[in-house]
């Protein structure tokens, strides 16, 4: 797995991590990243996918309801999330790599109330690594690296490398979260996590 430390402490732009990497490299990386969170799955019940963790610091601005900005997210909350955040940047990184500009965000995201079961989760996972996986087979041989955009006021500009490298730097920092969710549902029902 990469690590994403000195992009996040802003010592280095997504696009110098990302440029180093190479199509076989992403698709190995993507892999990874899925099965990581598969394999969160492991030992855990239904009952588990919609547990609501105590979470002090929940707060989602972007909420689409505003009732929703200080829920604490379950652990299918979380994948629908990070899905829906992987496949996105996989999409525009693919329209970038074939010189396509920037021209809006193609964002779905599962509906989570929709994430109860291991089985829901787990679907959606394979379906979003077979998204992200079949992105790559669109890119050119020679991708347009020159084609990118500031794709929010942090990330810094970037090309097809840099925007789906951030969707496995989303993954990261929603792996902590869901094993912090599985450890604290397992608890709850008197699991060993």
Same mark, same amino acid.
């Given at each position: 797995m990469l690590d994403f430390t000195s992009v996040k402490r802003g010592e280095v732009s997504m696009n110098d991590l990302a440029a180093r990497l190479d199509m076989s490299q992403l698709r190995d990386? !993507?892999?990874?990243? $899925?099965? &990581? +969170?598969?394999?969160?799955?492991?030992? +855990? &019940?239904?009952?588990d996918v919609p547990f609501v963790p105590a979470d002090p610091s929940a707060r989602d601005e972007a909420s689409a309801?505003?009732?929703? !900005?200080?829920?604490a997210w379950t652990f299918g909350h979380v994948v629908a999330h990070t899905t829906a955040s992987g496949d996105e940047y996989a999409a525009v990184a693919a329209e970038f790599a074939r010189g396509v500009p920037f021209h809006g965000r193609p964002r779905y995201e599962t509906p989570w109330p929709s994430m109860t079961t291991l089985a829901r989760c787990r679907? @959606?996972? $394979?379906?979003? @690594?077979r998204i992200r996986l079949a992105s790559l087979e669109m890119w050119p041989d020679e991708p347009h690296l020159d084609i990118g955009t500031a794709y929010w006021s942090t990330s810094g500009w970037v090309n097809a490398k840099g925007i789906f490298t951030w969707g496995l730097a989303h993954d990261a920092?929603?792996? @902590?979260?869901?094993?912090g969710i599985r450890a604290q549902a397992l608890t709850a029902r008197g699991e060993v996590s």
């Open positions: 990386l !993507t892999e990874k990243s $899925v099965s &990581a +969170m598969l394999d969160l799955l492991d030992g +855990m &019940a239904d009952a309801d505003p009732s929703e !900005t200080g829920l679907q @959606r996972l $394979v379906e979003s @690594r920092d929603h792996q @902590r979260q869901l094993g």
